[in-house]
């Protein structure tokens, strides 16, 4: 097997000539439309109104309340995250007879569900009916 060698020839490369109008239409148009640079004194000024600089005490204050809203959330998903555990699936086997099997089976298939949500209904009912 031999690499098949590339050559400068075997690349496409674009002309350039997209650039030169748009400079040519930009001196074209009119001094109103071409958008402006603001002096940095402009721009300095504009932040200063903008964003005021806080204070040590006052950027403290607001470090440890946005602190304390993360920590806040971070403690409530751990809580949802435990509770879902709790929730958590346990799993019982149960030794059926090939005949119960099949017949679970084809209850399964006609209505269109799990085997599991059939045994939880049944467990369910047995578990309401005898006062659990």
Same mark, same amino acid.
């Given at each position: 097997?031999?690499?098949? +060698? ?7 490369? /674009? ?6 109008? =748009? ?15 603001? +002096?940095?004194?402009?721009? +300095? ?7 005021? =600089? ?28 435990? /509770? ?18 099949? =017949? ?20 369910? /009912? ?7």
């Amino acid at each position: 097997m031999t690499k098949a +060698s590339l050559g400068s020839d075997d690349f496409v490369i /674009a002309a350039k000539t997209d650039r030169p109008l =748009r400079d040519a239409q930009r001196q074209d148009e009119p001094l109103d439309t071409r958008p402006h640079q603001k +002096s940095d004194e402009a721009t +300095s000024t504009s932040l200063e109104t903008v964003l005021p =600089r806080l204070s040590r005490p006052e950027r403290k204050e607001k470090l440890t309340s946005r602190a304390l809203v993360r920590e806040d959330a971070r403690l409530a998903l751990k809580q949802l995250k435990r /509770a879902k555990e709790r929730d958590a699936k346990f799993y019982v086997n149960v030794a059926l007879s090939y005949d119960m099997k099949n =017949r679970l089976k084809q209850a399964a298939h006609d209505n269109d569900i799990n085997m599991t949500i059939i045994m939880q209904a049944a467990i369910e /009912a047995y578990l309401v009916d005898n006062g659990y």
